[in-house]
């Protein structure tokens, strides 16, 4: 494989942050444009391990309008694209079983109707009636929005690096980032273990592995990796085509249907930060039985397949957007688990912060880099 000498721009990260921000850059006339990705095939990190969620129930303003973007973007995306990602819209139904959890969700619900998500407020009773198949005798109420749902990641990541390479990316994999050179503070290339390229700005989309390219320009960037894993079911014809994506909030445990049988997964809230992939099979036992308390009907189910993933996550639960201290070092990272729904419209992003010089679609300059150390952090409650 030959590596180019120079590029305008390079990209390290070939998962849906890296392939949105190329083919954006690229949709707007960028020239030279080089994208770098260290495994052997585009999104096999975070962007193809994880349960394909979108939505548009968020606890902040910011989140809220940077789904209001990227979902449409998702809508029109085969057409824009050529690429089908299945997009399903099964609905999210959040549902509670903490009384203190119910206001916050309330005034979420309220947020989110004024910036025009029609997000409904379901009581206990209305749950348990839309979920019979399952034991709810102790939820309060939740919450409801009909255009949540499911798409194929892997195809978002491809349809971006297809459009891409027809606009002039040069997408390069097997190519990992060992250097960066940086000069007088300013970003003067990268060393890669296919050779070196020479370029003035670097934009780091690496995903769960972001602080690491940080740590190469003497930048600590606040973002930890943190183990998320699930599993499918063998087929359970008991649950019907309508069973919608639902998560038991105060668990952080979550199901959907996959194919003929069903996802599951749950948030470990004692996984420590690291890069480990594997799955945990005694935190998988642990997950089974709650998973089997709330769906009986998964005691009889078999195991199809398994698998763990990284979350990328900030202080904050919310993305980094833009500039850093280092002169032509960019940073689109730490979606805290939200990246691949955000991917379109973030893509799109850096192409105006880049090109233009700020955002334009979706004001996101209260999620800069600086924010960390100026203690203007906005957190989102809704981290599953």
């Not at 991917?343 to 004001?363: C, H, N, Q, R, Y």
Request: glycine content about 10%.
């Amino acid at each position: 494989m030959v590596i180019p000498k120079t590029a305008d721009i390079v990209i390290i990260g070939g998962g849906v942050m890296g392939a949105s921000t190329a083919y954006h850059l690229a949709l707007r006339g960028q020239k030279n444009v080089v994208l770098l990705e260290k495994e052997d095939f585009f999104g096999r990190g975070a962007s193809g391990r994880n349960a394909g969620g979108v939505r548009y129930q968020f606890a902040t303003a910011v989140n809220i309008k940077l789904s209001l973007a990227s979902l449409p973007m998702l809508e029109s995306f085969p057409e824009e694209t050529g690429q089908e990602i299945d997009y399903r819209k099964c609905g999210y139904l959040m549902f509670l079983t903490d009384e203190r959890e119910v206001a916050l969700f309330k005034q979420q619900v309220a947020l989110q109707h004024r910036l025009g998500v029609m997000t409904e407020w379901l009581d206990g009773d209305e749950i348990r009636r839309r979920l019979p198949m399952m034991k709810l005798d102790d939820v309060i109420g939740g919450t409801f929005h009909q255009d949540d749902g499911l798409v194929d990641p892997n195809g978002i990541v491809m349809g971006y690096i297809q459009r891409a390479r027809q606009l002039g990316v040069q997408t390069l994999t097997g190519a990992a980032v060992t250097d960066i050179l940086v000069d007088h503070n300013r970003v003067r290339g990268v060393k890669t273990d296919l050779g070196a390229i020479a370029t003035p700005i670097v934009i780091n989309a690496a995903g769960p592995w972001v602080k690491l390219i940080g740590d190469m320009v003497a930048l600590s960037i606040p973002v930890e990796p943190v183990r998320r894993q699930m599993l499918v079911t063998t087929p359970l014809p008991e649950i019907p085509e309508t069973f919608p994506f639902v998560i038991d909030f105060h668990q952080s445990l979550y199901f959907h249907r996959e194919g003929e049988g069903l996802l599951t997964g749950m948030s470990n809230k004692n996984e420590t930060p690291g890069f480990n992939q594997q799955v945990d099979p005694d935190f998988e036992l642990f997950m089974l039985e709650k998973v089997i308390q709330r769906l009986p009907m998964l005691e009889t189910a078999g195991l199809a397949s398994h698998w763990a993933g990284l979350y990328e996550i900030t202080p904050d639960a919310h993305p980094i957007f833009g500039e850093t201290p280092v002169d032509g070092f960019f940073i689109i990272g730490g979606f805290s688990g939200h990246g691949l729904m955000h991917g379109p419209v973030s893509g799109k992003l850096m192409a105006e912060i880049i090109l233009d010089g700020f955002a334009k679609t979706v004001d996101v300059s209260m999620l800069d880099f600086a924010r960390f150390q100026e203690n203007r952090l906005i957190v989102e409650h809704n981290v599953i």
